[in-house]
């Protein structure tokens, strides 16, 4: 099957033949059908996430159908069904975390694209029980940023528990598919791009934000909770001073700079800090179930495999307009 594959962090993915793998005990073969492209493939490919798998196939928002069906797989697939493969690929099921409903900390868990072979190839083989059944109303393109933007962005949301005025820094895709829930729940969104950026809060107020502004800016009122989807942790900061008492930030990317230090006077009034790791397979669930309800609408722009260094290239420098999405297969079929 044909692969782009990291060898090294730094370096440019190489369009590969690789061996298509086989469906272990447990696991499903899918062909997969479209993948898209996620923060996190940048993070892994720059080097700034510690010990990938290598030479690794990235990639771990995965649309496909099964193609064939391990032994002792999860009897909620059969071959031909469309099934959606996120970041989380396996966990133990047996740690402390594990066993406390917190399976996204789990200390052995292994990742999509990440510790295990994602989803910028032909082939991708799965645990099935961390695969899910996708919305109908969703075509493979669509769907596929529902699978980490929406998934995680959705977990940082629910951390904000009841919180009305919600700012969230960093408008990208997770910004704008949570932005949708958040205001079919009634919530009020303060949308912070980065300074200057006219184009950027001129979408987000189209999607119906309350307020769009720099991410050096004061909001008009004080939130109750903040999410920080930018890599950037000079934002921690910013997002404290715009918190009202008792309210939080949420951080939920995988990767931030360093945060600078800042007087405590501005955590004081029991303002807390706080990050989101992962997801559970609980998460994907109920987003799947909520988001085509509201409807959640992605924008996405298309690539095909072997263009993923010019996703990746251009995800890095800010020029997408939407989630960037390689197109693999739409005949399956053929191996
Ligand atoms: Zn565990
Ligand atoms: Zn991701």
């Known amino acids: 099957m044909r692969a782009m594959v990291l060898d090294k962090p730094r370096r440019s993915l190489q369009l590969r033949d690789v ?24 993070h892994v490919v720059d080097g700034e996430l510690p010990d990938p798998k290598l030479p690794l196939i990235p990639g771990h928002q995965i649309v496909g159908r099964v193609e064939e069906i391990g032994e002792e797989a999860n009897s909620k697939f059969k071959v031909g069904d469309r099934v959606g493969i996120p970041w989380l690929g396996w966990t133990d099921g047996d740690c402390v975390y594990c066993r406390s409903n917190r399976e996204n900390l789990c200390d052995r868990a292994k990742f999509t694209g990440y510790t295990i072979d994602g989803g ?3 082939f991708v083989v799965a645990d099935a029980r961390f695969c899910f059944h996708l919305p109908e109303q969703y075509d493979d393109v669509d769907v596929a940023p529902l699978l980490c933007a929406g998934m995680l962005g959705y977990r940082s949301y629910r951390k904000t528990g009841d919180a009305h005025r919600l700012g969230i820094y960093g408008f990208g895709n997770a910004a704008r598919l949570i932005t ?3 205001i079919y729940e009634g919530r009020e969104i303060f949308a912070f791009t980065r300074p200057g950026d006219k184009t950027g ?41 715009a918190l009202a008492k008792g309210g939080s ?38 987003f799947l179930d909520i988001a085509p309800r509201v409807p959640v609408r992605t924008e996405t722009e298309t690539f095909p495999l072997e263009e993923a260094n010019t996703a990746l290239g251009r995800f890095r420098s800010g020029e997408l307009s939407g989630t960037a999405v390689l197109l693999i297969s739409d005949h399956p079929g053929d191996r």
């Not at 086989?22 to 492209?37: E, F, S």
């Not at 303002?271 to 109920?286: F, M, Q, W």
């Open 19 to 42: 061996e298509t793998p086989r469906p272990a005990k447990g696991q499903l073969l899918v062909q997969i059908a479209t993948c898209a492209v996620c923060r996190t493939d940048l």
């Open 120 to 122: 910028y190839a032909e």
């Open 180 to 182: 949708q829930i958040a």
């Open 201 to 241: 809060q001129e979408s987000a107020r189209k999607l119906g934000t309350a307020w769009a502004g720099g991410s050096d800016e004061m909001p008009p009122e004080k939130l109750d909770a903040a999410i920080i989807f930018a890599p950037v942790g000079a934002l921690v900061p910013a997002a404290l001073r």
């Open 249 to 286: 930030v949420v951080c939920g990317g995988i990767h931030m700079s360093d945060i600078p230090s800042f007087p405590y006077v501005e955590l004081w009034g029991e303002r807390a800090i706080c990050s989101v790791a992962n997801l559970t397979r609980r998460d994907g669930e109920e």
